[in-house]
C-alpha cells in the first residue's frame, strides 16, 4: 500500500512554470525577482507591510530575536508546547528561555501564566526581553490577551505562525499582530518552498535590517566590508518561484486541510472519548494538521498510541503531539510556569493525517483502519 503521510508537499500547476523562468533567465544565484515577487505576494496575502524572504522558519525567529535586541544573559518567554524550533533561537543568543504553560481552549500560550512568570521575573530583578507566542496547528493562540499584556509591561511580541499560514482571528492574519511575526515554507507545512521561511513585520527598520543581516550584514561598499556579525539566511530565487506557485493555490490548501478535519469529525461523532482541537470564536483555522485527545477510561482502553500503531501497520502516518520544550533534556533546567497542561496534552494527543493531497481512498483506508479500532461497523 502506498504511504498515507502525515502532511506531505503538495504542488500546484505554476511552481515549475517559475522554476524554468528561473533556469531560462540564469536567476539560480540566491535573490532575484522570485524572491521580489514573492514577498510582495506574501504581504498581499497576509496584509503585512513588510516581508523578508529567508532560509527557514528558524533563520526568522533568530533574526527576531536579534531584532529585538536579545542577547546573551537576557530571558525570553516561550510557550513550552510547541516544536523545539521555536526555542532554539533563543540558546543561539545565548538567553534563557522561560517556558509558558498552554491554555485549554486552544493548546497555546496561557495569558494567565504568562502575566505570572512576567511578574515572578522582574521581581526576581530580571525583566524578560521579548515572548514568543505560537500559533500551534494553525489555531490562533488568544492573541488579545496576549498583546494586552505585552502592551503592560511593554514586552515585545514575536509571532510563530510557522504552522498557520492562511489562518486569522477576526479577519486578521495570524502573524501581524505582534511587533514581528515568522512564517514556515517547510516541505511539511501547508505550502512549501522546499525549505524556507519569512519575517514579516508593520516596521520597514525590522524587515530591512533582517534582510542585510540575512545576506552576511555586508556594507554598502565595493570592496567586502563587516560592521555586524552577518548569517546566510536568504532565500534563494529557485526556491521563491516554487513559493510563488504555491501561494496561488493556498487559499484551496487551506479548504482541502479543512475538509479532513470535518471528515474525521464526522468519523468521531458517535465515539464516545475522543475530542478534537476546534477553531474558537472568531478564529478561522488552516486545520494545517487535525489533532485530537483520547481519553482512554471512556473509550474502553484504547490510547493515542493504540491508533497510531494501528495506523502505521496500514503504513498510514500519525504523530504523538509536541512534546513540551520544558520536558526536553536539553531545556530541563529552564524556568518553567504553569499547571501541566501541555503536558496532559502531550500525553493524550496525536496528529492524523492532514494533507491537502489526500484523496476520497485515503480517507476511506484511514476510516476503515479507525473502523477496525474502535469496533464499528
Not at 173 to 198: C, D, E, P, V
Not at 204 to 218: C, I, N, W
Not at 265 to 290: A, D, P, Q, R, Y
Request: hydrophobic content about 40%.
Amino acid at each position: 500500500m502506498d504511504k498515507i503521510w502525515l502532511s506531505s508537499p503538495h504542488m500546484g500547476e505554476n511552481e515549475l512554470k517559475y522554476v524554468q523562468e528561473a533556469f531560462a533567465t540564469n536567476w539560480i544565484a540566491p535573490l532575484g525577482p522570485h524572491v521580489n515577487g514573492f514577498e510582495k505576494e506574501l504581504g498581499n496575502y497576509t496584509g503585512s507591510k513588510h516581508v523578508a524572504a529567508l532560509s527557514s522558519g528558524t533563520s526568522a525567529i533568530h533574526l527576531a530575536l536579534i531584532l529585538l535586541g536579545v542577547a546573551q544573559g537576557d530571558e525570553v518567554l516561550c510557550q513550552s508546547f510547541t516544536f523545539s524550533a521555536s526555542a532554539n533561537p533563543i540558546a543561539y543568543q545565548g538567553a534563557t528561555p522561560i517556558f509558558i504553560d498552554s491554555e485549554t481552549d486552544t493548546w497555546n500560550m496561557s495569558p494567565k501564566f504568562l502575566e505570572e512568570a512576567i511578574k515572578d521575573r522582574i521581581a526576581k530583578g530580571k525583566k524578560p526581553k521579548t515572548i514568543i507566542a505560537v500559533h500551534l496547528y494553525g489555531m490562533a493562540a488568544k492573541i488579545e490577551e496576549i498583546m494586552a499584556i505585552s502592551e503592560k509591561y511593554d514586552i515585545p511580541v514575536i509571532e510563530d505562525a510557522a504552522e498557520a499560514l492562511g489562518s486569522t482571528f477576526k479577519g486578521k492574519a495570524l502573524g501581524t499582530f505582534g511587533q514581528i511575526g515568522i512564517l514556515s515554507f517547510n516541505g511539511n507545512k501547508i505550502i512549501t518552498t522546499s525549505g524556507g521561511g519569512a519575517l514579516i513585520s508593520d516596521t520597514q527598520e525590522y524587515a530591512d535590517k533582517a534582510r542585510f543581516l540575512a545576506t552576511q550584514a555586508r556594507d554598502d561598499a565595493p570592496h567586502y566590508q563587516h560592521t555586524h556579525i552577518g548569517y546566510n539566511y536568504r532565500m534563494s530565487n529557485i526556491c521563491a518561484g516554487i513559493g510563488r506557485g504555491q501561494l496561488e493555490v493556498l487559499d484551496q490548501r487551506v479548504a482541502q486541510r479543512r475538509t479532513n478535519f470535518f471528515f474525521y469529525k464526522e468519523f468521531f461523532k458517535n465515539i464516545e472519548g475522543v475530542t478534537f482541537l476546534e477553531e474558537v470564536e472568531n478564529s478561522f483555522s488552516n486545520f494545517w494538521l487535525t489533532a485530537i485527545l483520547v481519553d482512554e477510561k471512556l473509550t474502553g482502553g484504547i490510547t493515542t498510541e493504540t491508533i497510531r500503531l494501528a495506523l502505521e501497520e496500514k503504513n498510514i502516518e500519525a504523530r504523538p503531539l509536541w512534546k513540551p520544550m520544558h520536558l526536553q533534556p536539553i531545556f530541563e533546567s529552564s524556568p518553567f510556569y504553569g499547571d501541566g497542561t501541555s503536558e496532559k496534552l502531550f500525553k493524550k494527543g496525536l496528529c492524523l493525517p492532514s494533507g491537502s493531497n489526500m484523496t476520497d481512498d485515503d480517507r476511506e483506508r484511514i476510516a476503515n483502519t479507525l473502523k477496525i479500532i474502535f469496533k464499528r461497523n
